[in-house]
């Protein structure tokens, strides 16, 4: 029978992927038993010591605990974990539903680990292999029916946490119900982008991914560019890592590239594009020097000991000609100077194939080949072209898939160009073309559909309701819209507010849209409001510019009246007559964190890093967000009864260190979001249509809260316990002069100011009590230096 109720997973091997696998089965609330070999080097002394017997199981999950970025979502979640050893503890995978091989890549190790497994598991019990690139086929030879039945591939991306994709590959013997309750599982429990895929040589992403950075070292070299340029125009530019193309490299390792490039090479002999799998001079002389990257300290880029003007590292990279290392010689290429001048990245994309220079030609050449190869790869490593854009996206995060670019710049003018360079376009596109389709996606009645070359004709997307695109309701008019907002219906009466300011910072046309899109819910008989988007980050936070602005300028009454503006529409969604949801992901900044702080729910990407920053600009909380955090530990006083002096140091400390949730599991911890109207989604591509779930379930019965009169601070109490942690904090060199004058700020607001006694206040008094002090701190010099610095390089200046 099939185990569709996963609750305990053994994972066999305890490297680095096997242990990162193993917090992210945690982290998602499942029981995971993790096993790996005896230490080698085990003394007879400790030969019956169960802690030195599991020491490599140990290690590994201790050096997780530690690790940057955090495996974990939460490092509570670590105590999920249980360790063990080959030896001692196979036979409890018995208990176990699901059994992941994650152990090293060789066949020989894989069949010999899986025939322990036929030895002990539970007939019916789900296995699976994380190989990249192993044939899935040939792990099963020699094993029982009801082995083969219930065995596939389950290939997980490093890190396993932050890399959406999950690779599906089942083999002929798969039951067809082990595949699709796995495309789910990985979906909804795992919060993955489960992608099916064929059992060919390096599955989809690493067989797409891998020949473009493949092609991209080749035409570096053959067109002459710098390879710190190529991972600049490689980059962000076209919706790509920041690491680029060789900077990529370092990161994967080189001898990893160079394993997966020869493995297709090896595997792929019919492949068209086989002579972009030779392996170039430069990338050969890095192997026989061992220059493998970061995990080396040196590859295509190797860092010095000597300092730039600002004491950062000088990194020198290589020259691919001469095979030495010297300074980065960045090129100033027009084509650059044009895509920063453009947000969107399909105008970007057009721009490109305007341009006429080197790296222009870099990229054209490159993303022509990329179309050609993915559209020659249908039907041999997938049926769908969607299954392609997914893996890419999920797999090498990339902004979009080959398929998606390709319609960026229009298919048959991409054709005609790639044709002109050579390039041999798969027969199935050109009929696309012939029938009168000129896209490989399009949008109609608010879903988003995608052509499907068996079958000629545009399908839905799988997911259906379960997932809201809004770029599928661009073609219907909105309910309303202003520069920075857009107000869609997304069906049973739900409105959804998208941000689209650039980086989604919160300006005047996203209050003033937040506000009027309350309105229209209210009077036009809507049943609630979801505020999300499906940008990388919900939003970083307030218009710093527009607050500096008008500080350098001291126009305090326009400034006092935009910060009553930003207080005030946080007030409105939490005294809205409908219920208002956010759905949150990435960063929920300042503004966004306070904004979410006051919707009735918030339906958050379990990728989402939420937190009040604005300490780092020499300001307060003051969108409503300090007042919150005292209207909250006013309720906890009220349940925890003597320790309100502890808890208002916790509130104010988060505030006055400007912690940032690095989940939205942590974010609980740190009072951002609260059990009993907040909820966490694994999957971030599911905030949006949870969210709406969550509005369509309030909406049966929804009462419009009361305004709070009744919010207890301690006053003078409070002030001197919080002033006497904010001086622990200088004293620690936690905090300078100025942090101090910004941490009384905050006590004075979260205590209610001066008063002689403990007392209730309203929430207004409160908000007028930030108001002032944000506004103080605005005419500070060095809040100035702080808000300009954040401007000029992105991160907080310590004055």
Not at 414 to 419: D, I, K, L, P, T
Not at 551 to 572: I, K, P
Not at 727 to 738: R, T, W
């Amino acid at each position: 029978m099939l185990h569709t109720h996963i609750r305990k997973v053994a994972v066999l091997g305890s490297g680095l992927m096997g242990t990162g696998i193993a917090a992210h089965l945690a982290g998602c609330g499942l029981e995971v038993l993790l096993l790996d070999i005896l230490p080698p080097d085990l003394s007879d002394a400790d030969a019956k010591n169960p802690t030195a017997r599991n020491r490599i199981g140990n290690t590994a999950l201790q050096a997780a605990l530690k690790a940057k970025p955090a495996p974990f979502f939460d490092n509570k979640f670590a105590s999920r974990i249980e360790v063990g050893n080959f030896e001692d503890d196979f036979a409890r995978i018995k208990d176990c539903d699901w059994i992941i091989e994650v152990v090293v890549e060789r066949l020989d190790v894989k069949k010999q680990v899986f025939a322990k497994v036929e030895q002990y598991r539970t007939k019916g019990t789900l296995v699976s292999s994380n190989t990249s690139g192993i044939p899935i086929r040939l792990m099963t030879e020699g094993c029982s029916d009801d082995f083969k039945k219930h065995f596939l591939g389950t290939h997980f991306f490093n890190p396993a946490r932050y890399m959406r994709l999950l690779e599906i590959i089942p083999t002929t013997d798969t039951d067809p119900a082990v595949t699709d309750f796995f495309l789910h599982f990985g979906d909804v429990i795992l919060g993955k982008q489960t992608v099916l895929c064929k059992d060919t040589p390096a599955f989809i992403a690493n067989r797409v991914g891998v020949y473009a950075m493949a092609k991209i070292f080749q035409l570096t070299h053959e067109i002459g560019l710098d390879i710190a340029t190529v991972d600049t125009l490689t980059g962000p530019a076209i919706g790509r890592p920041k690491t680029g193309t060789f900077r990529l490299g370092d990161l994967v390792g080189m001898d990893t590239a160079v394993h997966v490039i020869n493995g297709m090479r090896q595997n792929c002999p019919d492949d068209e594009q086989i002579g972009a799998f030779e392996i170039p001079r430069f990338l050969q002389f890095l192997i026989d020097n061992k220059f493998y990257g970061n995990k080396s300290g040196k590859g295509f880029y190797q860092k010095t000991a000597e300092k730039d003007a600002k004491g950062r590292p000088v990194v020198w990279a290589l020259n691919l000609e001469t095979l030495e290392y010297g300074p980065s010689q960045k090129e100033k290429l027009p084509i650059l100077e044009t895509l920063k001048q453009i947000d969107e990245l399909p105008r970007r994309m057009k721009a490109i194939f305007k341009g006429a220079d080197k790296g222009a030609e870099l990229l054209q050449r490159s993303f022509l080949g990329l179309f050609a190869y993915a559209a020659n790869r249908v039907p041999e490593i997938s049926n769908t072209i969607y299954a392609i854009d997914d893996a890419l996206r999920a797999g090498f995060a990339w902004e979009k898939g080959p398929f998606e670019y390709w319609d960026m710049i229009g298919v048959a003018e991409a054709v005609q160009a790639a044709e002109g360079r050579g390039e041999k376009i798969a027969d199935w596109v050109k009929e696309m073309l012939a029938a009168g389709h000129t896209s490989f996606y399009k949008s109609e009645a608010g879903k988003r559909l995608c052509y499907h070359p068996a079958t000629r004709a545009y399908e839905p997307l799988p997911g259906g309701e379960s997932v809201v695109l809004l770029d599928a309701y661009r073609d219907k008019k909105p309910v309303y819209q202003n520069a920075e907002v857009t107000l869609h219906d997304i069906g049973d009466g739900v409105l959804c507010l998208e941000f689209h300011s650039k980086m989604n910072a919160i300006g005047e046309g996203i209050l003033r849209g937040l506000q009027e899109s309350v309105r229209i819910a209210e009077e036009e008989g809507w049943k609630g409001l979801v505020i999300g988007n499906n940008a990388q980050n919900f939003t970083v936070g307030a218009n710093l510019m527009m607050i500096a602005m008008m500080a350098y300028q001291q126009e305090w009454d326009e400034l006092n009246m935009a910060v009553n503006l930003f207080q005030q529409t946080s007030m409105r969604l939490r005294y809205s007559a409908v219920p208002v949801v956010m759905a949150t992901q990435g960063y929920v900044f300042g503004g966004g964190c306070e904004f979410a702080m006051h919707c009735d729910g918030v339906v958050a990407a379990a990728e989402s890093y939420i937190g009040l920053v604005e300490v780092g600009v020499g300001l307060i909380p003051g969108g409503a967000g300090t007042k919150e955090f005292a209207v909250r530990a006013s309720d906890a006083y009220s349940r925890e009864g003597d320790v309100q002096i502890p808890t208002l140091i916790e509130k104010f400390k988060t505030i006055a260190t400007a912690q940032v949730a690095t989940s939205a599991h942590e974010a609980f911890s740190y009072g951002y979001l609260l059990r009993q109207k907040d909820q966490v989604v694994p999957n971030t591509a599911r905030n949006i249509a949870e969210a709406k779930s969550r509005v369509l379930e309030m909406s049966e019965a929804y009462v419009r809260p009361i305004p709070r009169k009744d919010i207890y601070v301690l006053g003078r109490t409070g002030l001197g316990a919080l002033y006497i942690a904010a001086h622990s904090l200088k004293l620690g060199n936690y905090a300078s002069e100025h942090d101090i004058k910004i941490a009384h700020k905050i006590a004075w607001v979260l205590c209610g100011g001066d008063l002689t006694s403990p007392q209730q206040v309203s929430e207004q008094y409160l908000l007028d009590l930030e108001r002032e002090a944000f506004l103080s701190l605005c005419g500070e010099q060095k809040t100035l230096e702080r808000v300009q610095f954040m401007l000029e390089n992105g991160k907080p200046l310590r004055n």
